[in-house]
């Protein structure tokens, strides 16, 4: 079982910057093999991608964050990291890392492994 942990997540102003970091632990032989990811999830919502990429480099994101938040790995030291900037309210929620056997892993579902989250509120 591989086990994920998320830091640098706290209370920024609107237009601030955010890196938040998923440090991999446990069962990580095969960590450069996974698709890694960040989801999010708001009061009274579910839990939304966020940004991915594949063990070759390939990115995805929502289009909601595109061109502000950048998703980024170092095989080496088995960690994700998800910079952020322009932040804005919006943003506010508590932001997930998981780590899918899947290539072409899209919804929360296809992921196996998440960490526990970090929260991230931004304020007007």
């Known amino acids: 079982q591989v086990g994920l942990r998320e830091s640098g997540g706290g209370l920024v102003q609107a237009g601030d910057s955010l890196r938040l970091s998923c440090a991999a632990s446990g069962r990580t032989t095969f960590y450069h093999t996974y698709t890694m990811a960040w989801f999010r999830q708001a009061p009274g919502k579910e839990r939304d991608l966020v940004a991915s990429?594949?063990?070759?480099?390939?990115?995805n994101y929502t289009g909601s964050v595109k061109g502000r938040f950048t998703i980024s790995r170092s095989n080496a030291r088995q960690t994700v990291y998800l910079q952020m900037n322009n932040l804005k309210p919006e943003d506010t929620a508590v932001y997930y890392c998981a780590a899918s056997s899947l290539r072409a892993a899209a919804g929360a579902g296809q992921y196996q492994a998440w960490g526990r989250g970090t929260q991230v509120t931004v304020s007007s």
């Open positions: 990429i594949t063990n070759g480099g390939t990115t």
